[in-house]
Every structure is written in C-alpha cells, then in structure tokens.
C-alpha cells in the first residue's frame, strides 16, 4: 500500500519536475548568455581603451566613438535575441507540459 501511494505520489509529481527542470535550463541558458554578453561588452572597452591611446585628432576619437557604439549595439542587439529564444522556448516547453497535463488529467475522469 506505502509503494502504491509512493509510485502515485512520484507520478503526480513529474510535471512539477519537469517544469523545474524547463526553469533551470532557461536560467543556465540565459546566465550563460550574459556572461558571454558581458565578456564581449568588456572586450570591445578594454579594445576602445588601447585604441584610444593611437587617436591624434577630434576626428578620430569621434570615428573610433561611434565604432564602439556600434560594437556594443551589436553585441546586446544580439544578447537580446538570444534572451528572447531562450525565453520562447521555455515559454513553448511550459505550454506543452500544462497542456499534457490537462490531457491527462481529462483522460482520468
């Protein structure tokens, strides 16, 4: 009788592990993707820094300005994009769970 309400207990409670286990992946995805995002962003100041020291008039520091603008735009415009697929996915995965749940929950009455 304890291993039936054991088996029963553990079956009920898979989607609710799974659904931890959609989150965890999402927040390792998109941790992983701001530390790469923030490598990236400090990598384009270090590289403006040195590249600053070889500027000799007002138009090359406006030109090597604007260069390191644009590199940092790129760069979150893509974080950004990966932040959304990450989040879609998770979002899609979640949907899929709960409507296999509801199935199933449907199936039982």
């Known amino acids: 009788m304890f291993q039936d309400m054991t088996k029963q207990f553990n079956e009920s409670m898979a989607p609710f592990r799974e659904l931890v286990n959609i989150q965890t992946k999402m927040l390792e ?3 992983r993707q701001q530390m790469e995002c923030t490598k990236a962003c400090l990598d384009a100041t270090m590289q403006q820094s040195s590249e600053l020291q070889k500027c000799k008039s007002p138009n090359d520091l406006i030109e090597l300005q604007q260069a390191y603008a644009k590199e940092l735009e790129a760069t979150l415009k893509a974080a950004n994009e990966q ?3 990450a ?3 998770a979002q899609k995965a979640m949907q899929q769970l709960a409507q296999g749940s509801l199935e199933a929950f449907s199936a039982k009455k």
């Open 83 to 85: 932040n959304l697929k």
């Open 87 to 89: 989040l879609t996915e």
């Open 29 to 31: 995805e998109l941790t």
